[in-house]
Every structure is written in structure tokens, then in C-alpha cells.
């Protein structure tokens, strides 16, 4: 296959295009390091740095053979995008470039309106490069478990049954987003409704839960090929800050009454959804919407396990409660669906104490690049505590 990646140097973008590669399609990455920039801006750069795009794809290159084209673009630039499609004519265009962090989404008015405008517009325009150069294209996009919510019902894969006064009919499942940044995968979610309604687009739309993990079977080949690792409050995921919380020697600081439960999946499980998706694609005037996730666990219970890997190794790990920054149920219903993608053939990674482990191995070995301040939260859903 022709595929496009969209946000080829982030931290699944690139893995995502050395992992095509590696199976013998054709892959394109674009990205216009937006990702680097913002962390720069906040004093958030990863635990260790990597080489950028168009180094990656060389080291790629000269270690296995394989060939990922960078292109250093924005997807936000309509001429960009349509050149692109007109030239590689994709068959799959694997969509992952958007501003990614919650935190970031609520700094301010400044952050809130740069992760709207990228974020829709980089949706709009695939979508709308797809329509006019590559019609039969089937997009890959990312969206979020949180795209949901914490309902106080069962969360099917992405629509619901609803009876009414005797009628029935079938909705998108209702949203409701808790941060900015997520309330952007909604509005993308029924942009890409409206144009799979309206022109027929084939479209996958893969809401997805927190992942965490560096090893893949490609990325392994040179250290310089490992995807991003942030372990900051405003692009560290959970996992990551108590992986390094746990190597710095500090407690993990648990938000609130830790009872968040979510559904996490290890990097290798995504690379492999996003290889069932582009290997089944839906049919002309579909939107297939799967639940991406392997397992649930609240951050007490992440919190209890990465004590636990951190025993095996040798560290002594506390837990810290801090307030919450976020607006969010520390204690709620949660039962996702997460069927259709096992039911492809999704065989999980389970996040076991040796995965956790050999993350922490990772982490040790860039241990004197910790900056501890940076992990604690510096963002604050509440304005008046951060203006
Ligand atoms: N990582 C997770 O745990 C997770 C969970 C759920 C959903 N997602 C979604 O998956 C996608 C990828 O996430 P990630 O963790 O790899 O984030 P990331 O920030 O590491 O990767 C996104 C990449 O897209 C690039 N990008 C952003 N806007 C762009 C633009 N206008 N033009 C070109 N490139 C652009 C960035 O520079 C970055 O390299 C995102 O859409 C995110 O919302 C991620």
C-alpha cells in the first residue's frame, strides 16, 4: 500500500512509519515538528533527545534497509496537503497530527486557540485532500477514549441504540470531553461524520486510551530510532511520570483520590490496531469507530504497579496524593466496550511488571537528564488559580 502518516515524527507517528515500512508499503512522513516546538516553549523536552525527521528516516535507512520519505510540512497548509496526495495518491493515510496534550490545551487562551486551529484544520484538510486527489483513500484517524467521557452507562464503540417514544435509530455515542484538547477530537469525529454522510469517505476513527511504551521490533534496531519519551505534566502521559518519579526517587503524585480509571495500551498494541485497520478497511460511506485500549486500571491501581516494577529492580517507591488540576470524577462508573479490534485479531500486550520494568531500565540510563520540576502539575483547569 501507498500510506501517508500525518504527524510522522511523533512519538507513534514514527514508529507507525518504520512499522509499515518495515512490512514492505510505501510510507511518506509528514510532520512540521510542532510537537518539538511546543515542548521547547514549555520547558518540556523529552527525558532524551532524537534526531529529527529527516535524520530518523536516514538512520532508518542505513540500519534496515528500509525507506520512510520525511516530509517536513503542515498539515494545517492546504497547498502542502494537496500536492502531497496528488503525488503519493495514497491508499491509507494514517492521521495522528494534532496537538496532543490536555494540560496544553488549558493554559490559556492562546493554547486552547492554536490546539483548535491546528487540530480541525488538519482534519478538514485531509479530508478534504482525500475528497479531491485520492477519493478512495481510507483515513486512519486518532481520536480518544476521552472523546467519551465517564459516562454513568456502558461506553459502546462509538454509537448507540436509542428507542424513543416507540422509534428507534442509531447516534454517535454521546461525547463529553474534559479538556479542550479532547472536545477537538469530538468536532473532528462528526467532521468526518459529515463527510463519510455526505461524499461517501471511507474513514476508521480510533478512539484510543493513554499508550505507553518505547520498544517496538523496529525502533530496538538503534537507540536512535526510539520514539519520544515526555514525562512532563503537560506531555508525559501518567505512565511516564511515575516511571520517572520512581527512577528520580520521588513519590509518585497521584491527582486527587486516584479512582480515574481509563483503558491503556502498550505502543506495540497500537502499531498492531492500526495494521488490522489499514488491512480491513471500511467500505465507501462508512464510519467504523473502534474502542483502542487493552486494559483498564485507575491511577491508584498504575500507581500500585509501578511500586511493584520498581521492586523488581531494586527502588523503593512511594505514593503521594497532590489536588487535582484537572476538573474530572476521581471516583466513577466505567465498562467500555473494546471488542472490534480484538475481533480483527488484536492480540494485547498486558502491561505486566517486567514491561513496566524494562521501561524503568530505559529511564535509568538517561537518569542525570531528570528535571524534577517539571513533572509536578504547572497547569490548572481552574483559571483563577492559573492566571
Ligand atoms: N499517545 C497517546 O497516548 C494517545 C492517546 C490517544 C490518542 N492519541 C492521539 O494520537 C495522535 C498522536 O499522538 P502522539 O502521542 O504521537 O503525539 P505527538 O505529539 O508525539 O505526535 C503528533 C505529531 O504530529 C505533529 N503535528 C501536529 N500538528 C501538525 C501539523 N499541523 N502538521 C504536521 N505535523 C503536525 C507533531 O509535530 C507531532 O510530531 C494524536 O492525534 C493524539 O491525540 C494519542
Not at 428507534?168 to 479532547?182: E, I, Q, T, V
Not at 486494559?295 to 504497579?305: H, K
Not at 488540576?325 to 502491561?351: C, F, T, V, W
Amino acid at each position: 500500500m501507498r500510506i501517508i502518516v500525518l504527524g510522522g515524527d511523533g512519538y507513534l507517528g514514527w514508529p507507525t512509519a518504520m512499522r509499515f515500512a518495515a512490512r514492505g508499503h510505501e510510507v511518506w512522513a509528514i510532520d512540521n515538528y510542532l510537537r518539538r516546538q511546543m515542548a521547547l516553549e514549555t520547558c518540556s523536552e523529552p527525558l532524551f533527545p532524537s534526531p529529527n525527521l529527516i535524520d530518523r528516516a536516514a538512520i532508518f535507512h542505513s540500519v534496515t534497509g528500509h525507506t520512510v520519505r520525511p516530509v517536513v510540512g503542515d498539515c494545517t497548509d492546504p497547498a502542502t496537503m494537496f500536492s502531497l496526495f496528488a503525488e503519493v495518491r495514497p491508499n491509507v493515510v494514517v492521521h495522528y497530527a494534532e496537538q496532543p496534550s490536555a494540560p496544553y490545551s488549558m493554559m490559556g487562551f492562546d493554547t486552547a486557540r492554536r490546539t483548535l486551529r491546528n487540530n480541525l484544520e488538519a482534519t478538514f484538510n485531509t479530508i478534504w485532500a482525500c475528497l479531491e486527489r485520492a477519493p478512495d483513500c481510507h483515513i486512519i484517524k486518532l481520536g480518544t477514549m476521552g472523546e467519551y467521557g465517564t459516562p454513568n452507562i456502558d461506553i459502546e464503540e462509538g454509537w448507540l441504540d436509542v428507542s424513543h417514544k416507540g422509534r428507534k435509530d442509531r447516534f454517535l455515542f454521546p461525547r463529553a470531553a474534559g479538556s479542550l484538547y479532547h472536545t477537538t477530537k469530538v468536532l473532528d469525529t462528526d467532521l468526518l461524520w459529515f463527510y463519510v454522510r455526505l461524499y461517501r469517505l471511507r474513514v476508521t476513527d480510533l478512539m484510543q486510551g493513554p499508550v505507553y511504551g518505547i520498544s517496538t521490533s523496529e525502533a530496538d534496531h538503534d537507540r536512535r530510532l526510539m520514539p519520544n519519551f515526555h514525562y512532563d505534566d503537560i506531555f508525559g502521559t501518567v505512565v511516564n511520570r511515575f516511571l520517572v518519579q520512581a527512577v528520580a526517587g520521588i513519590p509518585l503524585t497521584v491527582y486527587g483520590g486516584g479512582g480515574q480509571t481509563r483503558g491503556y495500551l502498550n505502543l506495540n498494541d497500537t502499531l498492531q490496531c492500526i495494521e488490522l485497520a489499514a488491512d480491513n478497511p471500511p467500505q465507501p460511506g462508512e464510519l467504523r469507530i473502534m474502542n483502542q485500549f487493552t486494559e483498564t486500571f485507575s491511577v491508584n491501581e498504575l500507581a500500585e504497579r509501578v511500586v511493584e516494577a520498581g521492586r523488581s529492580r531494586g527502588l523503593k517507591v512511594a505514593i503521594r496524593a497532590v489536588p487535582n488540576p484537572r476538573q474530572e470524577k476521581e471516583h466513577h462508573y466505567y465498562n467500555p466496550a473494546h471488542s472490534a479490534l480484538i475481533d480483527l485479531g488484536l492480540q494485547p500486550n498486558p502491561m505486566t511488571t517486567e514491561v513496566l520494568g524494562e521501561m524503568l531500565d530505559r529511564v535509568r540510563e538517561h537518569a542525570d537528564r531528570i528535571v524534577v520540576d517539571r513533572i509536578l502539575p504547572r497547569v490548572s483547569w481552574n483559571r483563577e488559580v492559573s492566571a
